[in-house]
């Protein structure tokens, strides 16, 4: 396990083994697993299943990253689906059939958040039969590495594969509602004209659908930085357990580069920790990599991947 803990793996999960401080410690060398999220140059401390560690960097012996486990990317998939309510939802045996008249692909397939006893044929043709009622193709949304055997299944049976989306964390600072306020940016618990405005992704239709979806939840923010009259950048953040999501974050094509993004974010997670978040994820294409590098300077890690498998045609 070679040393490579430096500060650019703050919100990164590691392990880290470390010298017990015990004289005569039996065995003298032990590992902990968890996200980093500090780092000094005394110190680095871990916020672990037991809860925050703080090591001493002088009896590290060795670190290194490791993907998130399945559990933990399990737990984050299912906080995101809450965040994320489509009109229409069933429990297959702990998978959840999702539809939403076909807007968005996470509003429109299954998210297998847990494992059933049934024969996967079987599965497969409910999955299909529902879908197909509403006019729909049959996908599922799969989160890896959680779900690699099934992913590996579809797969098999020619189900196609489509590009991949990354699943980013941030570990909210307790002061981040301390931020200043930014005057620009309009807070709103629905998705009025201002907002709106500022929604160009997919032709800029926003069907009833989609408004329900967007509304559906009891602790939900429309962000919308505002300039010249204008509405230059949106968001939306949605709060369950201790997790703020942040979805549809757009910056109009004529300003990028110029802060907005940031701006708006800050505006977004300062919101989240005054409604008891600690933790804040998005969702964005892998090709997208403008983006990536934003969120990365935000201080946002990759947490997991996943993609769609569709039905063969």
Same mark, same amino acid.
């Given at each position: ?36 999220v500090a780092f000094d ?9 037991r809860g925050p560690v /703080? ?170 930085? /505002? ?23 757009? /910056? ?30 998005l969702q964005v294409t ?28």
């Amino acid at each position: 396990m070679p040393v490579v803990l430096d500060a650019s793996l703050v919100g990164s999960r590691v392990v880290v083994r470390y010298r017990r401080p015990e004289r005569d410690a039996d065995p003298p060398f032990s590992d902990v697993v968890g996200e980093l999220v500090a780092f000094d140059e005394a110190t680095v401390t871990l916020h672990s299943r037991r809860g925050p560690v /703080v090591l001493a960097r002088s009896g590290i012996v060795a670190a290194k990253a490791v993907a998130a486990d399945r559990r933990s990317v399990l737990e984050l998939e299912g906080a995101a689906a809450a965040g994320w309510r489509p009109a229409e939802q069933l429990d297959l045996d702990g998978w959840l059939l999702r539809a939403n008249d076909g807007w968005t692909s996470r509003g429109n397939s299954v998210l297998p958040l847990g494992t059933p006893q049934r024969p996967l044929p079987e599965l497969l043709a409910t999955v299909q039969a529902f879908y197909a009622e509403r006019g729909l193709p049959a996908q599922f949304q799969i989160p890896l590495p959680a779900r690699g055997l099934l992913d590996a299944d579809l797969a098999g049976r020619c189900w196609r594969a489509s590009d991949s989306v990354l699943v980013l964390t941030k570990r909210l600072a307790p002061d981040e509602h301390g931020h200043g306020i930014d005057d620009q940016v309009f807070l709103e618990a629905e998705p009025t004209g201002r907002w709106q405005a500022g929604y160009h992704a997919r032709d800029g239709r926003l069907p009833e659908a989609a408004l329900g979806l967007l509304r559906r939840h009891e602790t939900v923010l429309f962000a919308s930085l /505002v300039d010249a009259g204008s509405t230059v950048a949106i968001a939306r953040g949605a709060v369950d357990a201790d997790w703020l999501g942040i979805t549809l974050l757009e /910056v109009d094509a004529d300003r990028r580069r110029h802060g907005l993004g940031r701006r708006l974010m800050a505006a977004v997670e300062a919101w989240g920790a005054t409604h008891s978040a600690s933790r804040a994820y998005l969702q964005v294409t892998e090709s997208n990599v403008d983006a990536i590098a934003m969120y990365r300077r935000l201080g946002y890690t990759e947490h997991h991947p996943y993609h769609y498998r569709i039905e063969p045609t």
